[in-house]
């Protein structure tokens, strides 16, 4: 009989850095969050199921579209096939998985008995055969992939649920509330990542899927990078150890949060998406984890006292919601507190983290700020916009950022954020811009 090794339990951290001193009368706490997860790649006893290596049970559904543009080009189709193979090539041994070609409905290309394939040498070859069915025809409903995905996935016991989804159109075969339906449906229920390949599909369409279901979402605007791009994402869903986590946030009587928002390593408000979870506790989710680290920014409002007092603001766990029963706490926990005081050099301080951070998040606002602006032809409008993009990139040292600016505008003094719109733009610099405005850069230490 083989001998496995114990699993060891993912160990999650929190960090909070703030500047606790207020100024008479100040009411406004801000802190940032930092939340790290350690674990060996393994899932711990009391967290779900598992396989016989000691790795959590994980189920994958991919959605390929095959809408009738799919074929314009013809070696678009064709790269799809090859990234879903490769996708399914990283598969771990023991996964549940299907692959869903996607048109004005969705259908089941593997294993299509309405369940999932277990992966394996034989089911991978099996899968990669079926392959050859994916045709290009039909129109483009994401909603009905997205609702066969949540069927297919839920229909095994395992503790992590992942969809990939690749689109190269709009979604023109359905309303806009059906695909909002489609997501309210499938949120909490599994997480996906969403990519667009060429230039003729809705940056704000696949954004807005990845922001509901926790995942990524990029561009690919050379269809020969898909495979690439599935292998890595793939692997990353394959190392994920947790899921489901959520921020639970507790405050006092009398306090009220303003906002808390995912900072790094992309910038996602997750205030409206809170659930009560008893007296002045709320959860925020946070989607699947492996070993990674993410930063938090959260703002609470708070009743204003005397000098020299002091008060919890808030305190921040990280718990796994359970359907039935109390919440599953993973041991770690944070506080933010508030503090009076007539030191005005103590009370005017901004942490810098916090200051980092605001600046990444307006960022990230004014970059989809401009390029709206200059898709309505308000050119002076953009041009002070992707202006102060472009300041605040070079100031927190987000190169990547600064980088896919400069194909938009010539810079002509990043300190000020003095800049001239370009005359002509590609379109896939222009959608790669937009794509990737939430993605940030971590504080410098």
Known sequence: MANFAKPSVPRFSVDVYQNEYLPEGGREVNAIV???????????????????????????????????????????MRNARDATAAAIDTLRDGTRFAVIAGTHVATEVYPGDGGLAVASPTTRHRAKQALRRLAAGGGTAIGTWLRLADRLLSSADVTLRHGILLTDGRNEHETPEDLRAALDACAG????????????????????????????????ADPAGLAADFTRMMETAMDKEVADVALRVWT?????????KQVAPAV??????????????????????????????????????????????ARVSLVIPQAEGPAQNLGAQGLVRAVWTDDMAASTAISPQVAHYTGQAE????????????????????TAKLGRAVQLASASGNA???????????V????????????R?????????????????????
Do not use: N
């Open 189 to 220: 229920r599994f997480t996906c990542d969403a990519r667009g390949v060429g230039t003729d599909w809705e940056v704000k369409e696949v954004t807005g899927i990845a922001s509901a279901l926790l995942g990524t979402a990029d561009i690919v």
């Open 425 to 445: 733009v590609a379109e896939a610099d222009e959608m790669t811009l937009e794509t990737r405005s939430t993605k940030t850069v971590r504080v410098k230490k």
């Open 400 to 410: 990547d950022t600064a980088k896919l600016l400069s194909k938009v505008v010539d």
């Open 268 to 313: 996602e408000d997750l205030t409206a998406r809170r659930t009560e979870a008893g007296p002045r506790a709320g959860d925020y989710p946070t989607g699947s984890w492996g070993d990674e680290s993410r930063d938090y920014h959260l703002c609470v409002e708070v009743p204003p006292a005397g000098l020299g007092r002091e008060m919890l603001a």
């Open 34 to 76: 930092t939340v790290t997860a350690t674990g060996g790649g393994t899932l711990g006893a009391g967290l779900g199921p598992g396989t016989a290596d000691g790795r959590p049970s994980a189920a994958v559904a991919i959605m390929v579209d095959c809408s009738g543009s799919m074929d314009y080009p013809p070696a678009k």
């Open 363 to 382: 960022l990230a606002h004014v970059i989809r700020q401009g390029l709206d602006l200059r898709k309505v032809g308000d050119f002076d409008g953009a």
């Open 252 to 260: 006092p009587v009398g306090t009220a949060i303003r906002y808390v």
């Open 412 to 423: 002509v003094d990043a300190a000020t954020g003095t800049v001239r719109l370009k005359t």
